[in-house]
Nanobody, 115 residues
Framework: QVQLVESGGGLVQAGGSLRLSCAASERIASVSAMGWYRQAPGKQRELVARITRSGIINYADSVKGRFTISRDNAKNTVYLQMNDLKPEDTAVYYC?????????WGQGTQVTVSS
């Protein structure tokens, strides 16, 4: 069973940047696409970015132009570069497969953006 470990979150001021990493315990190259998801308090988990094995990328409108997703299949790692962060980006961020997330989610990484 693939295990996913997210890291890189923290507390930043509005306008700041963070880079999240997601390390998978097994090869993720066999997965058709990987996504970064987030869940804010009291809200449902939402997809913010996704990347296919061949590198096709899509973003949620709310993060387009500010976030960049990438993957390194040799390192079994997916990244999310987040720039110009806003208070509404505050959430726990998770990575998982897309469009069918694996049953086992990681612990996520908390991102808190202060105004």
């Amino acid at each position: 069973q693939v295990q996913l470990v997210e890291s890189g979150g923290g507390l930043v001021q509005a306008g700041g940047s963070l880079r999240l990493s997601c390390a998978a315990s097994e090869r993720i190259a066999s997965v058709s696409a990987m996504g970064w998801y987030r869940q804010a308090p009291g809200k449902q988990r939402e997809l913010v970015a996704r990347i296919t094995r061949s590198g096709i990328i899509n973003y949620a409108d709310s993060v387009k132009g500010r976030f960049t997703i990438s993957r390194d299949n040799a390192k079994n790692t997916v990244y999310l570069q987040m720039n110009d962060l806003k208070p509404e980006d505050t959430a726990v961020y998770y990575c998982n497969a897309y469009p069918y997330p694996l049953d086992s989610w990681g612990q996520g990484t908390q991102v808190t953006v202060s105004s």
